[in-house]
């Protein structure tokens, strides 16, 4: 936490990986596109997130509550870059017009921290850009955020299966799209069938409307699922939306 005072703010245009992330899509765009896709997203660790694997998650929480002033002059200059890697992307692809910002640290935090110090450095990283789409994974611990998350334009979030499509509508008040939440490991990669498709309907039947919903995991697709699950992932899901 010493060595805080010491950093500046590196250049993502020729400083660590970035340059080499941006000359990689670069190089694949001709392909992405030719497969009818294109690249749609600026991408980023959330600002928390990034402080933790500078400093480490217990190091990063320890210091947050021990000695917050270097927190906050180490999170002001991590989101300066932040913005500025958001930004850079969106200029060198112009089909971009959603931005994804990953933060599971922000899970860690009860609603006082939360507001100290994530609230404002997530509301200049999701203002970066002028886009359509503003993007929010945290699948730690997300009741804490929830309720704050459309005051920071976030309009779409993805969250721990933990938590029910029910209670998250209630705690973010329908103002947010909702992108889960069938269990990942348990239920699509290792479940079967049968028990995706009772973890589908264990996750919509609650709801009494299914707007601003998009049917997937509860925290990202896992590795190595089993076709026949995605499958019975993907009859479920349009048995039960058209009831």
């Not at 980023?44 to 270097?70: D, H, I, K, Q, W």
């Not at 704050?148 to 209670?167: I, M, P």
């Not at 509508?169 to 498709?197: C, F, S």
């Amino acid at each position: 936490i010493e060595a805080v005072a010491e950093i500046s703010k590196p250049d993502p245009r020729c400083d660590g990986l970035p340059p080499f992330v941006l000359k990689r899509l670069t190089h694949l765009q001709s392909r992405i596109e030719a497969e009818g896709h294109a690249i749609r997203f600026a991408v980023s660790r959330g600002p928390l997130n990034v402080a933790s694997f500078l400093l480490g998650n217990t190091e990063f929480l320890t210091a947050l509550r021990m000695t917050p002033e270097p927190i906050h002059h180490l999170l002001e200059i991590i989101t300066d870059f932040t913005v500025d890697w958001l930004q850079l992307q969106a200029k060198t692809f112009p089909t971009i017009d959603g931005v994804l910002i990953l933060d599971d640290i922000v899970g860690f935090l009860g609603e006082e921290d939360f507001l100290r110090f994530a609230e404002p450095h997530l509301r200049a990283v999701f203002q970066a850009l002028d886009v359509t789409v503003r993007f929010f994974h945290n699948d730690a611990p997300g009741r804490i955020c929830a309720p704050h998350l459309a005051g920071l334009g976030v309009n779409l979030f993805n969250f721990s299966h933990e938590h029910s499509l029910a209670e998250m509508r209630e705690w973010t008040g329908g103002e947010v799209t909702l992108l889960g939440n069938i269990p990942p490991r348990d239920v699509m990669a290792d479940g079967t069938p049968e028990e995706v498709r009772r973890a589908v309907r264990h996750a919509i039947d609650p709801l009494d409307d299914t707007r601003r919903l998009i049917l997937s995991c509860g925290g990202g697709m896992p590795p190595g699922a089993p076709t026949e699950n995605i499958e019975a992932f993907l009859d479920a899901c349009g048995h039960r939306l058209k009831r």
